[in-house]
Structures are given as C-alpha cells and as structure tokens.
C-alpha cells in the first residue's frame, strides 16, 4: 500500500483544527495579545483547509498562506464558495502579526471577525471531510 503523502487522516487534521478554535475561543488571558488568538484561528483555518486535501488524498504545500492553499483546491476541481475567500485575511496572523515590532495591536473586535472566519472554513471543511 503507497504511503499517504501528509500523515494523519482527515478526522485528525479537522480534530487538531477543531482544538486551535478552542483555544481561539479562549478570553484573552492577562499580559497576552489578541493577534496570538487569531494567530490560533489562523491555524484552525489551515488545518480545516488541509483536512480536505486529506480527504481527497491530494499533496498541499506546507505553506501558511490560506489564499494558495485555496486556489490550489480550486486548480484541482474544487468548488470554493466565495465567502470562503474571507479565510485569507488569516495569512497574516501567522506570517507578520504573531512576530512583535511588525505592525499595530490587534483588537478585540478584530479577533471576533477573525475567529467567525475560521469557524466558517472549519464548519466548511467538517462537511466534505464527513462526506
């Protein structure tokens, strides 16, 4: 039997996914930042992406820009629903914001936005992995 070419089934990707909105969803603790709770989301988001690339058995690269990971679903035949599209304001919560001195404080207000977008992809994601 080939070896897969990511380990892990779906079920875990989506399940590890499924843990980075908890810990999204958390109340920002004493001395910590909301771009670190969307910085979770943002994982969430990637993972829930991820998850059906396993589902199809389809290589993804290990990238952390949510818009690439998407069009290159969309370049293998799958639909993407535009509200979708939304998930790639996430990108920067893992490639600038979670690293300090880049830019501003990110809000409460913003988190929330944010932690909506995840939870759509990920809601999105459960669907076709459970398929």
């Known amino acids: ?33 909301w771009e670190d709770l969307c910085f979770m989301a943002q994982q969430a988001a990637e993972l829930s992406i991820k998850a059906v690339y396993q589902r199809h058995d389809w290589q993804f690269p290990f990238i952390h820009d949510l818009r690439k990971l998407l069009d290159s679903l969309e370049a293998k035949g799958l639909t993407i629903p535009e509200h979708l599209r939304e998930a790639e304001r996430l990108t920067i919560y893992a490639t600038q ?8 404080f990110v809000t409460q207000e913003e988190h929330a936005a944010m932690l909506a977008i995840a939870e759509t992809l990920y809601a999105w994601a459960e669907a076709i992995v459970n398929q």
């Open 1 to 33: 039997m080939p070896q897969k070419y990511a380990p892990g089934s779906p079920e875990d990707w989506l399940s590890r996914a499924k843990g980075k909105l908890a810990l999204a969803r958390q109340p920002l603790p004493p001395g910590g930042y």
């Open 97 to 104: 914001l979670r690293y300090p001195g880049t830019t501003g």
